[in-house]
C-alpha cells in the first residue's frame, strides 16, 4: 500500500514564526500536492508538483511556499504564520500515468495562536 | 475556472437504508469525477470514480451516477453500516494533465445511527 507520511498530527505555533510541515511518500510517485481543508469549503490545493525542483501555485498559494528537493519529499512552508493559516493540511501523492488518482495523508491539524 | 457544489452537507441516515450525495459542477470540460471517504483522523481515500464515458459505474454497496447533460453526479450508498459513517468529498477534473487537478466539493457528514 502507498503510504504518504506526514511529520506532525498536531502542530501550535505562534503569529510571526516560520513553520515548517513535512510529507513523505513511498511509492516513487511523481506527483505531490498540499491542500488545506477547513470546514464548509472542502479541499483547497495551494501547491503541487509534478517532479523534483518542480512547482505550480494551486488556487490558495498566498502566504505559502514549497520545497521539493527529493522525490519522495515535499515540504509546505508558512514563512511567518498568520491566524488565518489555521486549518488541517493535506499532503497527496499519485503517480504520474494516473495523476488524477491521490493517496493522501493523515493531515496536520495546525493552531497559530 | 470548475466549481463543485455538495449537498446536502450533513446527512443522516439508520443503518440499513440508503444514503445519496449529489454534486454539480460547472466546467463542462471535466471528465473525471472521483469520490473520497475521510474517516476521523484519517486522510480521505478514493472509493470509486467514474469517467465521462460512463453513466454508472457500482462497486459493492457504493454506486455512482453522472448526468453530463445537466452536468452532475451523485454517489449512492445502500444497505448503510455504522462503519460508511465519514465525511465523503466528491471531486472533478478535466484528467487532461499528467498530474490530477481535481477540484472538490465542500463534502458531507454522514453519520449512520444503528
Known amino acids: 500500500d502507498v503510504k504518504v507520511t506526514q511529520s506532525s498530527r498536531y502542530l501550535v505555533k505562534r503569529t510571526g514564526e516560520k513553520v515548517f510541515l513535512e510529507c513523505v511518500q513511498d511509492?516513487?510517485?511523481?506527483?505531490m500536492f498540499w491542500y488545506r481543508q477547513d470546514p464548509g469549503l472542502g479541499l483547497r490545493l495551494i501547491y503541487f508538483?509534478?517532479?523534483?525542483?518542480?512547482?505550480e501555485k494551486g488556487d490558495i498559494p498566498e502566504g505559502y511556499s514549497v520545497s521539493r528537493e527529493k522525490k519522495e519529499r515535499f515540504s509546505l512552508i508558512l514563512e511567518s504564520a498568520s491566524t488565518n493559516q489555521t486549518s488541517m493540511y493535506l499532503c497527496?501523492?499519485?503517480?504520474?500515468?494516473?495523476?488524477?488518482?491521490?493517496?493522501f495523508g493523515s493531515g496536520t491539524q495546525l493552531s497559530v495562536l | 475556472g470548475e466549481n463543485v457544489e455538495q449537498h446536502p452537507s450533513t446527512l443522516s441516515v439508520q443503518e440499513g437504508d440508503s444514503a445519496v450525495i449529489k454534486c454539480t459542477y460547472s466546467?463542462?470540460?471535466?471528465?473525471?469525477f472521483p469520490w473520497y471517504k475521510q474517516e476521523l483522523g484519517k486522510g480521505p481515500q478514493l472509493i470509486i470514480d467514474?469517467?465521462?464515458?460512463?453513466g454508472e459505474k457500482k462497486d459493492q454497496r457504493i454506486a455512482v451516477t453522472l448526468n453530463k447533460t445537466a452536468k452532475h453526479f451523485s454517489l449512492h450508498i445502500t444497505e448503510t453500516q455504522p462503519e460508511d459513517s465519514a465525511v465523503y468529498f466528491c471531486?472533478?477534473?478535466?484528467?487532461?494533465?499528467?498530474?490530477?487537478?481535481?477540484?472538490f466539493g465542500a463534502g458531507t457528514q454522514v453519520v449512520v445511527t444503528p
Open positions: 511509492m516513487d510517485h511523481e506527483n
Open positions: 467514474i469517467r465521462s464515458n460512463v
Open positions: 497527496a501523492s499519485s503517480l504520474r500515468d494516473i495523476g488524477e488518482k491521490l493517496f
Open positions: 466546467d463542462s470540460a471535466s471528465n473525471y
Open positions: 471531486a472533478a477534473s478535466r484528467a487532461t494533465d499528467s498530474w490530477g487537478k481535481l477540484q
Open positions: 508538483s509534478y517532479d523534483v525542483k518542480m512547482k
